[in-house]
């Protein structure tokens, strides 16, 4: 008798869980579709609501790396200039405009006047010198942002809107300084120590002090990230209220909430799933040219920074005219409708036609010609042997390993087409698909003779182009091979004495010619076979929001830029339908009602058990 | 009369169970049952240690990719982490629950990663396994009393469906029906996540919020593990059912329903109760498929995170929690089971 009413107490306990569970979705569902509803017809605040499948790493912009924390940080902090949305070009931010000295050696920024922090205090030359400083002087500090710091000796303030950066030798980067300009009296009480485990989330119900365009009030660690409007904001008060981030751990459900309304962008989507996105009433497409580029890449002769060959590569590929007569043997166009789907184009540098100033055109193309590549090689000395294969000098075959990486949709299908092409032309390609932490190791060993992979280049070349350099092979580290940026294990005296010039030359002109001429020089050397470069696939609600800003003009990517110009101003649509909202506002209320039934219809059921068991015990 | 005959033919085995439950297993099986424990846990401690650093990778190279990052700033971040291996072995050794063992994606503690993932976890798995063993069990007794009848086919059968089913797709199926809506339905759920943005979680209408992003994945896991309860519930009491026992609880007069309570499910209940603790050691280990499907940040994808790099420091940690975890629910299972049946007290 006791154990039937514990039993019954049990189960009625699960159904009015059910109950629960229903009545959560009716009240909390109602409680959401008022939130998120960004029509400004309704009079709430306008909140746009980005899907992304990166969380940020940290929020402190001192240990943050990932896409999305830089995203985070440029959105809170401001820098000095930024790259224009139309070619990449520095244009002023903080500083109206800058000057350097006759010897090169001094940069004087003049510093907007009267800004200030969000939280009200002067924000001057003196904040900037003030981060300059801690990055030099500092060590943890610096992980971020060596690559503009170490060329630097000191900051200094001599007025509030003066800052004058002394460096030891000529650059180019000091146009294009992408360090964020963080509140001194806030961080001067962050310690050295304390910086590296600082997290730089705000406290509940406030928000972080920044001087960018939109302030952190809010983050939930793989959930979502909440960004408000800055009042203080030098460019003016941005026109939605709120930025949130939701984060997503599969594209497919980030699609549907996209379907849904409940999100209002989509970044960097698969192909598959942007796609499925055709056709959706309210929702634009929109595939971004982008810097990321494809390539075959070869093990041009591994070897240690010292010259001390390395690893296991064939000694074939070595032979810049058997690199190039393969360049004749692929198909990119092919692969670009194939592997892409369309949604890319072809490439030929390193430097990505997204970005047209410093892009080089090769004047020679290599384009998709059989049969050329068969004479070049014919005439190279690798004839067809009896099995179809060629055949060295040597009689050593050309027979190759091609990795792939296995978690990459991309390389999984491109390795494939790439065998075939090289096949055609008579030289085999065992293909192997394995991780990309795996891959990186057997790279940085030379342990390998062709792989897939793919860079994303930043605006300034310097670093794309520095992974080529002799210097960057890889290198002993306590007596065990240490994988550094090269993975082609190029080394070319010429190039990186062009390498040495461009990155110390501070004309615009100038400089450009030389990384077009590195770019011909790789082009004709092939360390790299590029195949495609991809768009990044965007996805937004234009039935609510507009005024997206590309970068660059007219197809580049409308979010995740160098820069904030999208979030400066993006606005709700102002005759927005709120048809579409209301109609399913009213779904929602009917399914509830349905689940609501349902859950009570259960709740009766064992409670009817309930009793009847007891009466069934009592005649016991 | 009914009641004197049952205490009568029931006090000779029921005074031995409740001497067995005062008393308990003897001293020796559970010294033997912790100290078993124990050795498992140094074992796995060790192991953890060399097995993540057979793992190929470069974590400081994929954290920086495409970024101009300094080639000397590149190589003073490597040798932070290149500490001989001795060296490192002997500081883990020291103590493998240290704060100072920093996650290298996060520059966190590990066990702080660590800290803020568990919560999740906990609700959507830990709610699922409780909601799956109540519902499994009562399932399994109802479909093994009634074996053959029409309760007992369909419930079987659906439970075999399920359980056959992969969660993901399951998961996914139920996200495009009721967080998409199909067939003019509109979307009941959310598509993915704990909470909406800005709304408070510490208020009883966040919790409702919480509940309503939780629904669908709760739901999935239910279904998906109360199959194995129900399938394992409903062959042991089968197994129970044709013993001589319940004959004599039958001769007695007692009711179906009062042999079937009292008599049969208690007995039946054991394997039931292995695999309930088993599983209660692997709620920290979360779901890694169902917190893919609908986002939510729990230690599964985390692991997941962790493996691409790789970040030895979280995932020895990981590893560590999700052993002890396992390890510790065994030995509460065995020294339940001590309790619950005296055959194995020795």
């Known amino acids: ?620 | 009369m009914t009641l004197f005959q049952e205490a009568g033919v029931d006090a000779a085995p029921s005074a031995l169970a409740r001497a067995g439950r005062l008393a308990g297993p003897s001293t020796r099986y559970v010294a033997k049952r912790i100290f078993a424990a124990l050795g498992t846990f140094a074992f796995v401690v060790v192991f953890n240690f060399f097995l993540f650093r057979l793992l190929p990778g470069d974590p400081i190279a994929l954290y920086t990719k495409g970024r101009d990052v300094d080639p000397a700033q590149m190589r003073a971040l490597r040798s932070t982490l290149n500490q001989p291996v001795l060296q490192q072995f002997v500081n883990y050794l020291k103590n493998p629950f240290s704060q100072d063992a920093s996650s290298v994606k996060y520059n966190l503690p590990a066990w702080e990663v660590i800290g803020t993932r568990v919560w999740p976890t906990v609700l959507l798995v830990g709610t699922a396994t409780l909601l799956a063993t109540i519902i499994g069990v009562w399932l399994g007794v109802r479909s093994a009393w009634a074996r053959g009848e029409r309760f007992d086919k369909v419930s079987t059968n659906t439970t075999l469906v399920l359980y056959s089913m992969p969660e993901f797709w399951f998961g996914m199926i139920l996200l495009i029906v009721f967080s998409a809506g199909v067939f003019g339905l509109p979307g009941l759920f959310p598509s993915g996540g704990l909470s909406t943005p800005g709304v408070d979680t510490s208020s009883p209408l966040g919790w409702l919020n919480v509940g309503w992003h939780l629904f669908l994945p709760v739901t999935t896991l239910t279904v998906i593990y109360l199959s194995e309860y129900s399938l394992i519930m409903r062959a042991s009491l089968i197994d129970e059912m044709g013993q001589d026992y319940l004959q004599t609880a039958r001769a007695k007069g007692l009711k179906e329903k009062m042999v079937r309570r009292h008599h049969a499910v208690p007995n039946a209940m054991l394997p039931t109760m292995t695999l309930i603790f088993l599983n209660l050691g692997f709620v920290v280990g979360g779901a890694i498929t169902i917190e893919y499907v609908f986002s939510i940040n729990g230690l599964g994808s985390l692991t997941v995170d962790a493996l691409r790099g790789p970040d030895i420091p979280l995932l020895q940690s990981l590893f560590l929690l999700f052993s002890a975890a396992v390890i510790a629910a065994n030995l509460f299972a065995d020294l339940l089971y001590g309790r619950l049946d005296p055959r194995v007290r020795t």
């Not at chain 1, 154990?3 to 959560?24: E, P």
């Not at chain 1, 300084?177 to 120590?193: A, T």
């Not at chain 1, 408000?228 to 997503?248: L, M, Q, S």
């Open chain 1, 1 to 620: 008798m006791r154990a039937r009413s514990r039993r019954a107490r049990v189960i009625a306990a699960c159904a009015a869980g059910a109950l629960a569970m229903g009545v959560t979705a009716g009240l909390a569902g109602a409680a959401s579709a008022d939130s998120t509803s960004p029509t400004p017809s309704s009079g709430s605040k306008s909140v746009l609501t980005i899907g992304t499948t990166d969380d940020i790493d940290s929020a402190n912009p001192f240990t943050g790396y990932s896409v999305a924390a830089y995203e985070i940080f440029q959105m809170e902090y401001p820098t000095l200039t930024m790259y224009s949305p139309t070619d990449f070009s520095p244009t002023p931010r903080l500083a109206e405009s800058w000057t350097e000295s006759a010897d090169h050696l001094t940069w004087t920024y003049k510093i907007r006047s009267g800004l200030k922090w969000s939280d009200g205090a002067p924000l001057t030359a003196t904040d900037a010198a003030y981060t300059f400083n801690r990055i030099i002087n500092g060590k943890y500090e610096q992980t971020n942002y060596d690559s503009y710091t170490a060329n630097m000796v000191k900051a200094e303030a001599p007025d509030p809107t003066t800052l004058i950066i002394t460096i030891k030798k000529p650059s180019p980067i000091m146009e294009k300084l992408y360090v964020y300009i963080l509140p001194e009296h806030i961080w001067k009480s962050i310690d050295e120590k304390a910086v590296s485990s600082y997290k730089n989330e705000p406290a509940p119900g406030q928000t972080t002090v920044g001087g960018g365009a939109f302030l952190m009030a809010e983050r939930r660690t793989g959930q979502f990230i909440r960004m408000v409007a800055n009042p203080n904001f030098f460019g003016g008060k941005p026109k939605v209220d709120e930025i949130d981030f939701k984060i997503f751990k599969n594209q497919d459900a980030m699609a549907l909430a996209l379907k849904k309304g409940e999100i209002d962008f989509a970044d960097s989507l698969d192909a598959n799933v942007y796609k499925s996105l055709a056709g959706v009433p309210g929702v634009t497409q929109f595939p971004a040219v982008y810097s990321e580029f494809n390539e075959l890449a070869f093990n041009t002769g591994a070897a240690l920074e010292s010259g001390k060959p390395i690893g296991d590569g064939s000694p074939l590929l070595k032979d810049k005219n058997l690199r190039v007569a393969l360049g004749w043997a692929i198909d990119r166009k092919s692969l670009v409708d194939k592997v892409l789907g369309g949604l890319g184009s072809e490439a030929d540098t390193i430097i990505p036609s997204m970005y047209a100033n410093l892009h080089l055109t090769p004047a020679n193309p290599v384009t998709y010609n059989p049969d050329k590549a068969k004479q070049l090689l014919d005439a190279a000395g690798y004839k067809v042997g009896p099995d179809g294969i060629r055949v060295a000098a040597d009689g050593t075959k050309l027979s190759f390993r091609l990795y792939g990486r296995s978690e990459n949709d991309i390389s999984k299908k491109s390795v494939q087409f790439l065998k075939g092409y090289l096949a055609a032309v008579g030289v085999e390609a065992k293909v192997d698909l394995i991780s990309s932490d795996a891959l990186a190791e057997k790279i940085g060993a030379g342990n390998y003779d062709m792989f897939e992979w793919d860079w994303v280049v930043e605006p300034d070349p310097n670093y794309q182009l520095s992974t080529f350099t002799c210097a960057n092979r890889s290198y002993l580290d306590s007596g065990s091979v240490t994988a550094n940026l090269s993975d082609s294990f190029y080394c070319n005296p010429a190039y990186d004495a062009l390498n040495e010039k461009q990155s110390t030359e501070p004309d615009v002109a100038a400089r450009t010619a030389i990384v077009k001429q590195m770019q011909q020089m790789l082009y004709d050397d092939a360390p790299y076979i590029l195949t495609f470069y991809i768009d990044n696939l965007e996805a937004y609600r234009s039935d609510r929001f507009t005024d997206f800003v590309p970068q660059p003009a007219p197809n580049g990517s409308l979010l995740f830029q160098y820069g904030t110009w999208t979030y400066e101003s993006v606005q709700p649509v102002t005759n927005a339908a709120g048809d579409s909202t209301s109609s399913s506002k009213a779904g929602l209320a009917i399914g509830i009602a349905v689940l609501v039934l349902v859950a009570a219809a259960g709740v009766v059921f064992f409670l009817r058990r309930g009793r009847t068991g007891a009466r069934a015990d009592d005649e016991e």
